[in-house]
């Protein structure tokens, strides 16, 4: 006798029995679905030409980013010329404003010390006239033949791509700054630094801070 219970439910219409094999396995999650090339929402507006989410800044192209060196020099050998100063006068792979400026730096530190050495003369002759007053010329001579020396070096370094010689140079320019206000209310200019050359000084910074040189500069970030 068969029990009541086993009994099977009526065919429902439209039901259909479940099939072996088309159950999904426990946490499965359907693919995503891509939607056709150009299709859109009902109801979706395209934003306008040149819209911009709140809170985005547009990059500026060829804008002035002043940022510290991070190519620092290790030892003594890096802050050397690469090859000695040989290739002293070889620029064809600097863009035309780093040029400019490399060429002005080189030049000004080399005519730099061919005052400071005819300076030098000067303040000995007038240390035995008036010692004080020579005592600071011979000073201001000394700091200007180092600092022509050092100008030379950095011009090459800087040459180099080297970041650290570019940072350098623009305080050489705040430098000769100080070196014209004190030759101006000491010797008259016997020192070795004078307002023309801070003038000059100051276009040679300002050229390796142009866009085109910032972006030579940032090429060559990174390498060795």
Same mark, same amino acid.
Request: proline share 13%.
């Given at each position: 006798?068969?029990?009541?219970?086993?009994?099977? +439910?009526?065919?429902?219409?439209?039901?259909?029995?479940?099939?072996?094999?088309?159950?999904?396995?426990?946490?499965?999650?359907? +693919?995503?679905?891509?939607?056709?090339?150009?299709?859109?929402? +009902?109801?979706?507006?395209?934003?306008?030409? *040149?819209?911009?989410?709140?809170?985005?800044?547009?990059?500026?192209?060829?804008?002035? /980013?002043?940022?510290? +060196?991070?190519?620092?020099?290790?030892?003594?050998?890096?802050?050397?010329?690469?090859?000695?100063?040989? *290739?002293?006068?070889?620029?064809?792979?600097?863009?035309?404003?780093?040029?400019?400026?490399?060429?002005?730096?080189?030049? !000004?530190?080399?005519? *730099?010390?061919?005052?400071?050495?005819?300076?030098?003369?000067?303040?000995?002759?007038?240390?035995?006239?008036?010692?004080?007053?020579?005592?600071?010329?011979?000073?201001?001579?000394?700091?200007?033949?180092?600092?022509?020396?050092?100008?030379?070096?950095?011009?090459?370094?800087?040459?180099?791509?080297?970041?650290?010689? /570019?940072?350098?140079?623009?305080?050489?320019?705040?430098?000769?700054?100080?070196?014209?206000?004190?030759?101006?209310?000491?010797?008259?200019? /016997?020192? *070795? !630094?004078?307002?023309?050359?801070?003038?000059?000084?100051?276009?040679?910074?300002?050229?390796?801070?142009?866009?085109?040189?910032?972006?030579?500069?940032?090429?060559?970030?990174? /390498?060795?």
């Amino acid at each position: 006798m068969s029990n009541p219970n086993e009994v099977p +439910p009526p065919h429902q219409p439209g039901a259909q029995p479940p099939q072996a094999g088309n159950v999904p396995p426990a946490g499965y999650e359907p +693919p995503p679905v891509t939607p056709l090339p150009g299709y859109q929402l +009902p109801g979706y507006q395209a934003p306008p030409p *040149g819209y911009q989410p709140p809170g985005h800044q547009a990059p500026q192209p060829g804008g002035f /980013r002043f940022e510290l +060196p991070t190519d620092r020099p290790q030892n003594f050998n890096d802050v050397m010329p690469r090859g000695g100063f040989a *290739g002293m006068f070889t620029v064809t792979w600097l863009p035309t404003e780093l040029k400019v400026s490399y060429w002005i730096w080189l030049i !000004g530190g080399l005519l *730099g010390l061919l005052g400071g050495v005819i300076g030098l003369f000067g303040s000995f002759v007038l240390l035995a006239v008036v010692p004080g007053l020579g005592f600071v010329v011979l000073l201001l001579v000394l700091v200007a033949l180092a600092l022509a020396a050092a100008q030379v070096i950095l011009a090459m370094k800087m040459k180099e791509g080297r970041e650290w010689a /570019r940072f350098a140079l623009t305080i050489v320019a705040g430098i000769s700054l100080l070196l014209a206000v004190l030759n101006t209310s000491a010797a008259e200019g /016997r020192g *070795g !630094g004078s307002w023309p050359s801070f003038i000059v000084s100051l276009a040679a910074a300002a050229l390796m801070w142009m866009p085109n040189s910032q972006a030579w500069f940032a090429s060559l970030r990174g /390498r060795s």
